[in-house]
């Protein structure tokens, strides 16, 4: 793969470096003016032409560059390396967000990141799922000025090109460095610059990260609650009956643009509620988060059994008459209807890194209140919520 990259941007007659830099001008260009105004419109323009001019050059580039790489490697080697970093920036995308995200949130860290992403990477199972998963179209959309070629044509580029005898002698990459361990030093001070974090185990670290994962989550909830005047606290029996009424779709609706799909907003919802109940049981005592490779953010019953709340909060919006169920486990964990809270309690979220985020999660039985869409449904100032919320208060008899 260092091949491979030292030719894409210096081989021969190589200008890709400049295209590259050109795009990512543009993308930030396009993100800082927006999608509404004059400016985004005229250079969105300007970026769609430069986009059908570049990309056929860069994908030149790119395959060529796998090319040259196999005639100096192998063509076994360069497949292999090709699917495995396909894996790996599968695999970190899902570790940062399940687990190192969460952690900085808490503000808490891993003292080794690396040797942790190691230890996700080899549970049971995980390669072969990542590797699945990289053939799955993600859930979020790729950006338009991402530059790389499919990861089946550059595969398929490489397995026409002519049998050769060539053996893999390559190594490990760290030891291409006279010092990795002061590299690895380096980067992880670069992750967290600016940023005061207690270095603790994950077994410590992902408890506080789910509670606080969750408490976010409720928070926006109740937030959501006080632009429909429902108080400045939102109990729990208010929200079931919310639920019954099958409003917690229109409570989130404020939150997306007019013609959003209903599937959308009932995910929001459910990863709202599910936040919300989470956070009363865990301040009852009978909740909390545990730490497992299998699954990033597990809720766990005072006995340490994997609840499945989000099935019970699923079920229960797309049919009220199932409501019962989540009743019953609100009473077995011991929540009374009239625990109210608030949106001034529990810690504010530490902002992580940018260049951290990731766009997967490895599947779970209960992969905590923030799996799924990464919308923000409320600002730092809290004002998301419109004149439709009021239909709550009616509903609901308030005066």
Do not use: C
């Not at 994908?59 to 360069?78: H, I, P, W």
């Amino acid at each position: 793969m260092i091949d491979y990259e030292l030719l894409r941007f210096w081989g021969p007659s190589s200008s890709a470096k400049f295209i590259l830099r050109g795009r990512k001008v543009i993308a930030r260009v396009v993100e800082a003016v927006g999608d509404s105004s004059r400016a985004s419109r005229i250079i969105g323009r300007f970026g769609r032409l430069y986009l059908a001019v570049s990309d056929p050059v860069l994908r030149g580039y790119e395959l060529d560059a796998d090319t040259r790489s196999a005639n100096l490697v192998g063509n076994g080697a360069t497949a292999a390396a090709l699917r495995e970093v396909a894996v790996l920036s599968k695999g970190w995308d899902a570790y940062v967000e399940g687990y190192l995200e969460p952690a900085v949130a808490a503000q808490r860290r891993p003292a080794d990141v690396f040797a942790s992403f190691s230890e996700f990477l080899e549970f049971p199972d995980r390669r072969s799922q990542l590797a699945k998963a990289i053939g799955t179209p993600s859930a979020q959309p790729r950006s338009t000025y991402s530059p790389h070629a499919s990861l089946a044509d550059r595969l398929s580029a490489v397995a026409s090109l002519p049998e050769d005898n060539t053996q893999d002698k390559s190594g490990r990459a760290l030891d291409m460095l006279r010092e990795p361990g002061r590299v690895i030093d380096s980067v992880h001070e670069w992750m967290f610059q600016d940023l005061e974090l207690t270095t603790a185990t994950w077994e410590e670290i992902v408890p506080e990260a789910g509670r606080v994962a969750a408490r976010e989550g409720a928070r926006k909830l109740v937030r959501l609650g006080q632009e429909g005047e429902l108080g400045d606290k939102l109990s729990v029996a208010t929200q079931l009956d919310i639920i019954r009424y099958g409003l917690a779709d229109e409570m989130v609706r404020p939150l997306f643009d007019e013609g959003t799909p209903l599937e959308a907003e009932r995910q929001m919802a459910s990863l709202l509620v599910t936040a919300f109940l989470a956070t009363a049981a865990i301040e009852a005592g009978t909740a909390s988060y545990r730490f497992s490779w299998a699954a990033p953010l597990q809720l766990v019953d005072a006995q340490g059994q994997a609840e499945n709340l989000s099935a019970l909060v699923d079920a229960a919006l797309a049919d009220p008459g199932r409501l019962a169920a989540l009743e019953l486990w609100l009473r077995t964990h011991k929540v009374g209807m009239d625990l109210e809270l608030g949106d001034d309690d529990g810690p504010d979220v530490v902002p992580v890194r940018p260049g951290l985020s990731a766009d997967s999660l490895p599947e779970g039985p209960d992969s905590g209140p923030d799996q799924g869409s990464r919308v923000d449904p409320v600002g730092a100032d809290g004002a998301a919520a419109g004149s439709g919320l009021l239909l709550l208060q009616r509903a609901l008899g308030r005066p």
